[in-house]
């Protein structure tokens, strides 16, 4: 049997040794072989009173060994244990010991029971702020985060930790200990078999509803094809309907993955090969020459909409002002040259709405950053660590730390492509099956009716634009099967309104900016795309 | 004994490559046998098999990440969004549109709603090419759309715009094609590759073609608001993908058109003729005979 082995993380003083002693004490260990294995040393010991014959206590720094893939595999086969439970030294990053188990040899003997990882919520935001990277890094590896010595934190600030780790962690199970030193709650039922035991069920999610309407879909599907194969006609449904319905997906599909693809593979080089003070280093500090280089530089940097807000926080944070970077959020997904690539592929006929596109695009994202300029800011725009920077992608944030070879970096460059292609591409599947839908069953006399007035199908489309989050290097294609129904102004809403604003931004922007500037934003872009769109829609078209 | 974690073996890689290879495969297959002209436009295949290669690569850099401990345990729930389109790209065949599926919600006339009623301000703006594109489909749908008059304002200032965005362009493309449009023996015949350009052509120049022989190969469409002789021997348009194909013909006068059926494919030899319709003067097919004809082999006709 494989030795199972649990990793605790955690600085100094935050509990991990208190943690241990508990671990210990559960009576699902009793039986077990259990080796402990310290890697720093703290102010408490491991109480002698848990000492028993089947638990080995090792110290590396006493022994003055590297826990490595030799030291690790000679501990397993001096002691055979059933257990194994690592007390990781805090300031070293956990990546490396996870490393470990990618190693075939160590592979074979063992494998990665939980992570745990406690954090001192008292000091959080000092190491936050001095350790960010490692401290994050912790969380986002763990399988359980608990929270420690709560009991000294104010209400409001403790709710702020706790989001802030939610952010970096969603799936993590969280604890929270008043004051783990002084007095260990039973309440924190350190359930260890449970615990060991895969947590892959399905938890009940608000998130999770969608996905079953999708699994309904799904079955529904399934039953529809195999009455067509049996030819089962008791119910007389027509096929050819959902025949339509996939043919238009499936081509939507068809001629947007390639974009995206390119999409992703030019913002996973810029990721990959440009560091981020090089990018800040491009705006100038002057301030109309910074207007200029927001509105243009997404010619230069072509990121799509997806991944903007977090280069925005960045710039903002490296000292770009405010307005400037709300500037350059806006314009490069629509600037960006991949976007306007797709939209001429769109739109092969209509050239021209490419043009109207980057016009309309480029006169809003300095519309929204003068007013912002007019009505400056008082507050600090920024939460108090930028929780957002993380990248989603799971490579990059892993892997980023440090030099690698070219051959590395193009392998993460690929990973990270992989990474954004899923973690994007789900919403333009979504948004391209709700369009198909909405071609193939609703009629268009409906449309004509609901669409007449210029007004309200600026609205639909702005709506829609918002609602289906679909990434602007591939939205052309979608806003294309809108042509025949609505107005070039409509389209226009939702080409140019789209990439500024949509609920997957929304989220990102909650994620790195303070909640009233996110609010204010979102309306000031709303009604300025609005009204400029509305009215210049007459002057031009 | 406790089950070994799934955290030792990175599922989610294993599921995204199988999504990546799926899709990979797919986009393989459809243009490898041709199908793929069913979905897209010919100038995406390029791009599409890009998208095989990246797929290609992707996986293959994903596949040493599967025996990798997963580090971070991530919600795989999401990519059920791509099983969906996979398994219907799968499992249902790649079809062709035809009159019948226009008529699920008149899915594919609407193009024209958009620029009735504007025929003489068009030809009073302008002669250029472009706004010649939408005019052939008029004969279809003018009484439907009389209510959409606020948007055909705007279209039709925006034909006038595209004639100064693309001028150039479009007149260069119909240019280097010109010389493929020759009459043999007298006739106009159009196949699958000048269909387009033959229509544009045809409207454009009237009176050049009034009397002219014409061999023409589609499906017969009909619709309430012809006539009892009249039926249009059509062809689907596909001017990006199948999101957006419509059905483009000239209008066919034919005594017997009552034996033709719906959808069938006919080859028709007629004459071009310069009539009212509708209020408007159109190029009109008077048909001498109406064959039967095998399906062509890409069903579709792509403009440009």
């Known amino acids: 049997m494989k030795t199972c082995v649990d990793i605790i993380t955690g600085f100094l003083n935050s509990g991990k040794t208190t943690y241990i002693n508990e671990l210990l004490q559960d009576k699902n260990l009793l039986e077990d072989r259990v080796v402990v294995i310290q890697c720093e040393n703290g102010e408490i010991g491991i109480e002698s009173a848990v000492l028993k014959d089947n638990i080995v206590f090792i110290n590396t720094l006493e022994e003055q060994k590297d826990l490595d893939v030799k030291y690790l595999g000679d501990i397993i086969d001096k002691y055979l244990p059933d257990r194994i439970i690592i007390e990781y ?156 319905f996939n043919m238009i997906f499936i081509s939507i599909l068809m001629q947007a993955f390639p974009f995206m693809l390119v999409g992703m593979f030019v913002s996973s080089i810029m990721h990959v090969f440009i560091s981020n003070e090089t990018i800040v280093k491009l705006f100038p500090k002057k301030f109309g020459l910074g207007f200029l280089t927001a509105m243009f530089g997404g010619l230069l940097f072509p990121v ?61 994202a300095l519309a929204v950053g003068l007013i912002l300029t007019l009505f400056p800011e008082t507050k600090p725009s920024l939460l108090d660590e930028i929780n957002g920077l993380t990248c989603d992608c799971v490579y990059c944030n892993l892997e980023m730390n440090g030099k690698q070879s070219i051959g590395e970096k193009i392998r993460i460059m690929f990973l990270h492509a992989g990474e954004e292609f899923f973690s994007v591409g789900k919403y333009f599947v979504l948004g391209a099956f709700l369009t198909s839908l909405i071609q193939t069953i609703v009629p268009r006399d409906i449309f004509s009716e609901l669409w007449v007035r210029d007004g309200l199908a600026l609205v639909v489309m702005m709506a829609i634009a918002f609602l289906f989050s679909v990434c602007s290097t591939s939205d052309a294609f979608i806003a294309r099967s809108f042509w025949d129904r609505v107005s070039t102004g409509s389209i226009m809403g939702f080409l140019v309104f789209g990439p500024m604003m949509d609920v997957k931004n929304l989220f990102m922007l909650f994620a790195s900016f303070r909640k009233s500037f996110v609010i204010k934003l979102v309306i000031f872009i709303t009604i300025i795309s609005f009204v400029l769109l509305y009215f210049l829609t007459f002057l031009l078209l | 004994m406790r089950g070994i974690k799934t955290r030792n073996y990175n599922i989610d890689a294993a599921f995204k490559i199988a999504m990546l290879m799926g899709f990979a495969i797919f986009f ?183 009397g002219n022989k014409i061999q023409v190969t589609g499906f017969v469409f009909k619709d309430d608001q012809f006539n009892d002789n009249e039926f249009v021997p059509a062809r689907m348009m596909m001017v990006c993908c199948a999101a957006d194909v419509q059905p483009v013909g000239f209008l066919c006068r034919y005594e017997n058109e009552v034996e033709l059926e719906t959808d069938t494919w006919v080859k028709v030899h007629g004459t071009i003729t310069k009539d009212g319709f509708k209020g408007n003067d159109i190029p009109i097919i008077e048909a001498d005979k109406v064959e039967n004809t095998a399906k062509p082999e890409v069903d579709y006709v792509f403009p440009f």
């Not at chain 2, 304002?153 to 006038?160: A, I």
């Open chain 1, 304 to 364: 799509c909409e997806c991944a903007i807000v977090p280069v925005t926080a960045r710039l903002v944070k490296k000292g770009v002002s405010l307005p400037v970077a709300v500037t350059f959020m806006l314009s490069a997904p629509i600037i960006n040259p991949i976007v306007i690539t797709s939209t001429l592929y769109a739109f092969p006929e209509h050239p021209e709405i490419t043009i109207y596109r980057i016009y309309f695009g480029l006169v809003i």
């Open chain 1, 89 to 244: 030294n805090g300031m070293l990053e956990t990546e490396k010991i996870l490393s470990l188990f990618e190693k075939r040899s160590v592979r074979k003997k063992c494998f990665i029971g939980n992570i745990i990882c406690l954090v001192d919520v008292s000091t959080f935001e000092v190491y936050m702020n001095n350790l960010g990277n490692i401290l994050r890094n912790q969380i986002v590896l763990a399988d359980r985060v608990v929270l420690n010595k709560i009991a000294n934190t104010q209400e409001e600030n403790f709710k702020r930790i706790e989001k802030s780790i939610r952010n970096l962690n969603r799936n993590a199970e969280l604890f929270k200990v008043p004051l783990y030193d002084e007095e260990f709650p039973k309440k924190l039922k350190i359930d260890v078999d449970t615990s060991s035991i895969d947590k892959s069920k399905f938890s009940l999610k608000i998130s999770n509803i969608f996905i079953s309407i999708f699994l309904m879909f799904v079955i529904a599907y399934f039953t529809f094809s195999v009455m067509r194969a049996f030819k089962v006609n008791v119910i007389n449904i027509d096929f050819s309907e959902i025949k339509i």
């Open chain 2, 28 to 210: 393989f297959l459809t243009i490898q046998s041709g199908r793929v002209l069913k979905y897209v436009h010919p100038r995406n295949v390029l791009f599409i098999k890009f998208a095989v290669i990246a797929m290609v690569l992707i996986s293959f850099f994903l596949i040493p990440e599967v025996f990798k401990p997963q580090r971070i345990r991530v919600n795989s729930m999401p990519l059920l969004f791509f099983v969906l389109p996979l398994i219907m790209a799968f499992l249902l065949p790649a079809q062709s549109f035809n009159s019948n599926s226009i008529s699920y919600g008149d899915l594919k006339l609407e193009r024209n709603s958009r620029n009735i009623d504007d025929s003489e301000k068009k030809i009073e703006y302008s002669n250029k090419s472009e706004d010649k594109e939408d005019i052939y489909i008029d004969e279809y749908s003018d009484t439907k759309d009389q209510s959409i008059v606020d948007s055909n304002d705007s279209e039709y200032k925006e034909d006038t715009y595209v004639d100064e965005y693309s001028d150039t362009e479009n007149e260069s493309i119909i240019d280097s094609n010109e010389d493929e449009l020759q009459l043999i023996d007298g006739t106009i015949i159009m196949d699958s590759d000048n269909y387009v350009r033959w229509m544009q052509e045809i409207y454009e120049n009237i009176e050049k073609y009034n």
